[in-house]
């Protein structure tokens, strides 16, 4: 009897102080009611018991796993407490043991609650072997992403466009490529283009590939054993979510790449939960090589994506790879001959390198305009490059694009024209100035990283008609009000009801959480599942010019199979199958 007294007053302990300490890390305690403070308390001492029982599952655990617990439970809630931290004056003017212990508070707290749902989901344990489902299903569970879709499009006909989208709608009827945008993509546009002149059949398309997707997820789920109710209610939930509803119908290219980035995910659940075997398959190939071909030249970073993913699979599951090498090989043998003489003989002109270079541009302007430590040369260097005043005018922490499209003063030919000497004044300016650099850094990738909005940032969410007065004459047509203002309420009321709705970060948070806990049911090799979008989500880290939520769409797109996949118990090898 004691010891439990004890150990629920542990329990209740720890849940009031995580209470507190959440609390006032988003606002002035003395704000905070104490029936808010004690219903928080509770709710997470609820977390911290099921955290507990979570202690007799962690023994079993081979060593490798135990260890990376450890490793995940002290990086993971460290992430997700910064990840989400907003403006703290309240809390900064505070003594450092008060700052420190709420920091603390607070990382239990997201212990606790990450701790109690890997208790939950490990729990529950799913018969492994293979359900035979008829390939009808996809197109049944394909339907309400396509419904919802379609009411968006109606709603917004005949779709929605930025000054992007029109560029690349007027490459798509003129020929006249850059590569700019991923030139191939340009080129299906132009084809669809051909069969229906209107901005509606390239929205049509994207549904069709979302829905497409969505349902071989709900297919492939319902084979791996998941209950069709829990099947249907995330198929919903995706199809409802504003991010996915809006962006369907929004022509960038960023959307038919994310479909294609989701379904090559699935593609990996396949290979993994067989253990490779479903590679032995022809029409498994042929949907590898088009989902493949589709992240291969739908936007430029798809390519390393595809080649990396694919590498990984053939030494993971090299007693298959006699089929999928030469796949492969034929696929990566069409690229390169795709963008050398075929882009040569369509004249088709090379993209900005300026493109690559947004965070040391980024890094360069806070130097100048936090009026870092430079030396004379490299103050006339930067000030040939774009004169000091306009870094001062142009700089925005969050986006390039200001400095980027100044044409008449932004002289990019410096750079070209000799990038060994850019090369050393960028280096020797970082390390003048690495306190500058690293937060410029960190505020140009806020989208990747950062869940809570910076109170001085953006997020580029969405639009729901085509840009006003384009030179192409397109326009939106209303084909029925009451809808169209429906939809409209809905996609304002969500964005301001559904904290952290437009933030990929959240998104990629859950999913390594629910890859994580495979990886606890299954072994290492559950890490393929994310790696395809974790290869995307560096490649825009690395290069991201501005924070546009449709970069990282495929983040959200992944959340909710993953969250189902996390019940799945993969087949071992030796093991055949059905697949």
Not at 154 to 159: D, E, L, V
Not at 251 to 273: C, E, N, Q
Not at 277 to 296: E, H, I, N
Not at 532 to 537: D, F, G, R
Request: net charge neutral; aromatic share 16%.
């Amino acid at each position: 009897m004691p010891s439990s007294i004890l150990r629920w007053a542990v329990i209740a302990g720890l849940g009031l102080y995580s209470s507190a300490s959440l609390l006032f890390f988003f606002m002035p305690i003395r704000n905070a009611a104490i029936w808010i403070i004690l219903l928080v308390a509770i709710l997470l001492s609820g977390f911290f018991y099921f955290a507990f029982k979570f202690w007799p599952m962690f023994q079993q655990l081979m060593r490798a796993k135990k260890i990376s617990y450890g490793i995940f439970g002290t990086l993971f809630p460290l992430f997700v407490t910064v990840s989400i931290r907003g403006e703290q004056p309240y809390l900064d003017d505070n003594h450092w043991i008060v700052i420190l212990a709420i920091w603390l508070g607070v990382i239990l707290a997201v212990l606790a609650i990450v701790t109690a749902v890997i208790s939950w989901c490990l729990s529950i344990t799913l018969v492994k072997e293979d359900k035979p489902v008829s390939l009808w299903k996809i197109l049944l569970y394909a339907l309400p992403s396509l419904i919802v879709s379609f009411m968006f499009l109606i709603a917004f006909y005949p779709g929605a466009m930025t000054p992007d989208s029109l560029a690349q709608y007027d490459q798509a009827l003129s020929h006249q490529y850059t590569d700019w945008h991923p030139v191939v993509h340009t080129m299906l546009i132009g084809v669809l283009l051909k069969i229906w002149e209107s901005p509606a059949i390239i929205a049509l398309f994207q549904i069709v590939l979302i829905s497409a997707a969505t349902g071989f997820a709900g297919w492939s789920l319902e084979k791996a054993r998941i209950p069709q109710p829990f099947i249907w209610i995330a198929l919903v939930l995706f199809a409802i979510s504003p991010v996915h509803a809006i962006s369907s119908i929004t022509l960038w290219k960023d959307v038919a790449y994310s479909a294609a980035l989701f379904l090559f995910t699935l593609l990996m659940f396949r290979i993994v939960r067989t253990s490779g075997r479903v590679l032995d398959k022809w029409p498994f190939l042929a949907l590898y090589a088009l989902t493949g071909f589709m992240v291969m030249f739908f936007r430029h970073n798809g390519f390393p994506v595809f080649l990396i993913v694919t590498l990984f699979i053939l030494v993971m599951y090299r007693a298959h790879w006699m089929r999928l090498l030469p796949v492969a090989a034929a696929m990566i043998l069409a690229y390169q001959v795709v963008i050398h003489p075929v882009y040569t003989k369509l004249e088709v002109h090379p993209s900005d390198p300026q493109e690559m270079l947004s965070l040391p541009t980024q890094q360069l302007a806070a130097i100048v305009t936090e009026d870092g430590d430079m030396t004379k040369e490299q103050y006339e260097y930067v000030n040939r490059l774009f004169p000091i005043e306009k870094w001062h005018e142009k700089y925005n922490p969050y986006s390039v694009d200001s400095i980027k499209f100044s044409w008449g003063d932004y002289d990019r030919f410096v750079i070209y024209d000799d990038w060994g000497q850019y090369g050393k004044m960028y280096l020797k300016l970082v390390k003048q100035n690495p306190g500058i650099a690293t937060s410029a850094l960190f505020k140009q990738t806020s989208l990747v990283w950062q869940m809570n909005q910076p109170n001085d940032g953006y997020t580029s969410k969405y639009t729901t008609n085509i840009y006003l007065n384009n030179e192409l004459g397109l326009v939106n047509k209303t084909l029925n009000q009451s809808l169209k203002m429906r939809t409209y309420e809905y996609l304002k009321g969500s964005d301001e009801a559904i904290l952290f709705l437009w933030r990929p970060a959240f998104y990629t948070a859950l999913a390594l959480l629910f890859t994580y806990i495979a990886y606890l049911r299954n072994g290492w090799r559950a890490w393929l599942l994310l790696l395809p979008v974790a290869l995307n989500t560096g490649a825009v880290f690395v290069g991201i010019p501005a924070q546009d939520f449709r970069y990282l769409l495929a983040n959200s797109m992944i959340l909710l199979p993953f969250i189902l996949i996390s019940f799945v118990k993969f087949e071992p090898m030796g093991v055949e199958t059905d697949d």
